[in-house]
Nanobody
Framework: EVQLVESGGGLVQPGGSLRLSCAAS????????MSWVRQVPGKGLEWVST????????TYADSVKGRFTISRDNAKNTLYLQMNSLKPEDTAMYVC????????????????RGQGTQVTVSS
């Protein structure tokens, strides 16, 4: 059974940083691309970033490019998201997900998802 467990969220002031983690189990982590998506109540799922299975390629939404960095440790079956220069509009539930393909962007493309970790950016 696929399990994705996120951690590291919290309350941070604008301009601050957080590092999210996602512990994966139940599948061969190193053979799948992995993504972060985020959800705001009343809004749809928004894709944030994807990393290839070996970590050699990454891609980001324009809204986070230059501020967020996705990475992975295949030896630890863990996905990360380093978030810097956080803005109030980054407030959301951040969810770790397995995309159907590396260039997946639509909500239906993310078949397996964790429960998420809440990030709130506020002064």
């Amino acid at each position: 059974e696929v399990q994705l467990v996120e951690s590291g969220g919290g309350l941070v002031q604008p301009g601050g940083s957080l590092r999210l983690s996602c512990a994966a189990s139940g599948f061969t982590f190193s053979t799948y691309p992995m993504s972060w998506v985020r959800q705001v109540p009343g809004k749809g799922l928004e894709w944030v970033s994807t990393i290839s299975n070996l970590g050699l390629s990454t891609t980001y939404a324009d809204s986070v490019k230059g501020r967020f960095t996705i990475s992975r440790d295949n030896a630890k079956n863990t996905l990360y998201l380093q978030m810097n220069s956080l803005k109030p509009e980054d407030t959301a539930m951040y969810v770790c997900a397995i995309p159907s393909r590396y260039n997946a962007r639509l909500p239906d493309d993310f078949h397996s998802r964790g429960q998420g970790t809440q990030v709130t950016v506020s002064s």
